[in-house]
């Protein structure tokens, strides 16, 4: 039996992260540039040694990533969202501590913050200026005047623009080899354009940074970006397999769980690991092959055909035949063992506190990696 | 400005959580049963206090809360979760400890696992059978031959078949006083009549438990029932609402999130709360009006007419105007505090690992309720 004795946990195949992580560090290489991987999917600190063999350059999601991160000995790190201004005190906390913390921004409000504070504080807090390559979420757009008047505000404030960062969210709905490399042209390009606005402004834009795992995967030409952030790479997940840069084998992440018992008319299967172990995500439901909550394995890693993660509550997982699949459901004894791959590795990891690791399928779990929780 | 510094964090106005546990309280002292609350919602000693204003019975629904639960007192004990045997070792650990913590079970095969464990560790455990009142999840139905197959199995092995247990998931979609009445007699009638047909077998059954925050609220007659269960009561949230057993107004958790932007084309607000703050819950989805990821109120409480948390990613939640109403999307400037009302009280809950708590709406927070986390 898997260790360790009770479930739910998760379960992660180290052999697994180390194959996905050189995957794309061969490609970003062989495109000649950097890495600043993203740590807000597994916040643990050995999958995010292994993409640049110590310490290097990273992403996070959170100023606790940040401190924990640091705490470890990382000193270069971007936070990238969109700075808060009532996070400035923490941000320079950690510049205080010798941390070269970069911010994010996209508005002239926020860059207005951050000169007020350089005022008070002579913190020269240095920011990248986030641009919309997409229309999905964030950021000014290349062409927006507004891109020139957050430089403007920066430069007169004293506070270090240090260039520009672009997230093409849009990745995660193409689902081509064509569309995804579209997609990436698309990011970079943006980028690439906004960077030479700011500098034909007389603004250094000293960084290009973009990312998104599928843009990452995909991209054959960088040419003018300085580094490439991914995340969920390191794990990937059922999105990713939909979206088509993994398959399900590449999967490094699953919750281990306990068969409990049957749902009603004996159509389905419980388990004891309700929304609380997996996430609610339902990140496939747009895509082609609805996985709903996750794929089910056998406790070894195997696929079971059509059966999968129909529903939760917050302690109860509800399996059952793929809707429209002609099967009937397995017989999986009270006691039997399963793992549910993710949908979203960067939910369901950050519902547990830590991973239990085994160094390759087959083997026991011998590790244990502690992530860096809350804000 | 709401302490804490930062965002985002949850909230809890104590005095709501005060009235709210006083109503459930003096509504089913009317009726006559004892109550054994469900802590998993707070996952907090405070709010779970005041119920029995001290220590007294509850319902938990992972052996991490009964241990966080025990350190702090609690000796009777109920994991209302069908038992994975291989968490029958910690249950006896908790019991060697002076806790009697009873078990669930549904199944034979669960049935003959713990008088495996009885047999080899001369421990007597006590369980009750969980009973199906309306096909939703989990349970043998009271007039399933498996009932008394089950009870035969304890009694036999020398286990402790204390009563029957079940809960009315189904009333989180009634939607009438009359509906819910209903449910609620459904659940009662099912857990009566499945304690009815132990004794008639000659099995004891002295605990007839049910409950959910809606029948808990809408019975009118719990004759035969020795103890209710409710949970998510203590703070509600919007699921409730829309079931219509409490107001906006009842609603004592929120998530504190600030304004870090606008989305393309000015059409939303970006705030630095995404789903790792409230949860990807979508339990609204289903009732008349859909609260998609939260309803939006003023850093005071005060509900934004139709603007509502739309999307979320790991960190950035968005917020615009409720689609089909005509209404300009407010300008709240970034910096600005807003407050995320939870679509699922357990799920908002389940992301954070403590509440922020403030006396009473307008004043600051000067307590920190601890959660319990994990399994």
Not at 115 to 138: C, K, M, T, Y
Not at 168 to 187: D, K, M, W
Not at 208 to 231: F, K, Q, Y
């Amino acid at each position: 039996m898997t260790t360790p004795a009770e479930t739910p946990f998760a379960l992660v195949d180290r052999a697994k992260v180390e194959r996905n992580v050189t995957r794309l560090g061969e490609h970003l290489r062989s495109l000649g540039v950097a890495q600043r991987p993203h740590v807000k999917t597994s916040k643990a600190l050995e999958p995010t040694r292994m993409v640049h063999g110590g310490i290097g350059p990273i992403t996070v999601s959170t100023l606790a990533e940040a401190e924990f991160f640091a705490d470890a000995g990382y000193t270069d790190i971007l936070y990238a969202v969109g700075i808060a201004p009532g996070k400035l005190d923490r941000v320079a906390r950690l510049r205080a501590r010798g941390v070269d913390l970069t911010i994010l921004l996209d508005t002239v409000a926020q860059a207005e913050a951050v000169i007020a504070f350089v005022a008070e504080h002579g913190e020269g807090l240095p920011a990248l200026i986030e641009i919309d390559s997409d229309g999905r979420r964030a950021g000014v757009e290349p062409e927006d005047p507004r891109l020139l008047e957050i430089a403007r505000v920066l430069a007169d404030g004293g506070a270090q623009l240090r260039g520009v960062m672009t997230h093409a969210g849009g990745s995660y709905f193409a689902y081509t080899p064509e569309a995804l490399r579209a997609v990436a042209e698309q990011e970079r390009a943006a980028a690439v354009r906004a960077a030479t606005r700011l500098r034909e402004g007389g603004h250094p834009a000293p960084v290009v940074s973009v990312g998104s795992t599928p843009t990452a995967h995909a991209a054959s030409d960088l040419t003018g970006v300085t580094e490439v952030r991914a995340g969920v790479y390191v794990f990937f997940d059922l999105v990713m397999a939909g979206v088509g840069v993994c398959t399900l084998e590449d999967i490094a992440l699953s919750v281990v769980a306990t068969v409990i018992g049957r749902g009603p008319g004996d159509a389905s299967l419980l388990t004891d690991a309700g929304w609380t172990a997996t996430s609610n995500d339902r990140g496939t439901s747009v895509q082609a092959v609805d996985q709903y909550l996750g794929v089910v394995t056998t406790e070894a890693g195997e696929v079971i055909e059509d059966l999968v993660m129909v529903g939760a509550s917050q302690e109860h997982g509800v399996l059952a035949v793929r809707p429209g699949a002609k099967r009937r459901l397995p017989d999986l004894p009270v006691g039997t063992r399963v793992r549910i791959l993710p949908i979203h590795a960067c939910a369901t990891a950050s519902q547990h506190d830590h991973f239990e690791v085994m160094a390759r399928e087959g083997e026991p779990v011998t590790e244990r990696w502690e992530r860096a929780g809350g804000w």
